[in-house]
């Protein structure tokens, strides 16, 4: 089975442009998380999308904004980008699972996106 | 100070040495206690995946979580040079796989 695939690999920008990010989530996932993650440091949480909506936002700006498809991809938008957007996008499909009385989630991530900002 | 500190390192260590990860936490609503390790220029892959306090073996690697003082472990017996990679110590209080917050990562290198 496929895994999380993302497109693309790597992507130069300058400032001020924007930029769209691509995600598909393994098959039978409904979850769709974006993680940033600058070098030297772990993934950081932007944003958790389910069934299409909305489900979470961590601490990023407006300027970032996502939304999920009917087939449960989804696209990550930044706009007037920043040098310090640059960093690896990280996409996480999950599959949530009731056991033992308690919800499990498990993170199951994509390659990533290289996005350098010059 | 961050909610989930880890040291850095590098770590390097002969193959076949027992390795020791570790990290620390302030938010006790955490409940939810992931590895996950990543090589470069690739996602992060889940190791482990423990609830609560106790400790979870799964071949080569024991997770421990002692939720008394916010501390957790990763343990991997015999490493070999391909567990050469970075360790990321992740926490949630929710699901797991939600607003997952992670340390910075421990980069390990096992020479052969």
């Known amino acids: 089975d496929a895994g999380v695939t993302q497109s693309p690999t790597h992507l130069i920008k300058t400032r001020g442009q924007h930029v769209t990010l691509r995600c598909s989530p393994i098959s039978g996932h409904k979850s769709v998380s974006w993680y940033q993650q600058v070098l030297g440091q772990g993934p950081q949480f932007i944003f958790q999308y389910y069934e299409k909506e909305e489900r979470g936002r961590g601490n990023f700006p407006d300027r970032f904004s996502a939304r999920q498809f009917p087939n449960y991809s989804s696209e990550l938008n930044v706009n007037a980008l920043l040098l310090g957007d640059s960093a690896l996008y990280l996409c996480a499909s999950s599959l949530t699972l009731m056991s033992g009385g308690r919800t499990n989630e498990k993170l199951f991530f994509g390659s990533g996106t290289q996005l350098s900002v010059l | 100070q961050k909610e989930v500190e880890q040291d850095p390192g590098p770590l390097s260590v002969p193959e076949g040495a027992i390795v020791s990860l570790n990290c620390t936490y302030s938010n006790s609503a955490f409940q939810y206690f992931m590895w996950y390790r990543q090589y470069s220029r690739k996602g992060p892959e889940l190791l482990m995946y423990?609830?609560?306090?106790g400790n979870k073996e799964d071949g080569r690697f024991t997770a421990q979580v002692d939720k008394s003082s916010k501390y957790i472990s990763l343990f991997i017996r015999d490493s070999q040079p391909s567990d050469s990679a970075t360790y990321l110590c992740a926490m949630s209080g929710d699901t797991g796989g939600f607003k997952t917050i992670f340390g910075a990562g421990t980069r390990l290198f096992v020479k052969a």
């Open positions: 423990t609830y609560s306090s």
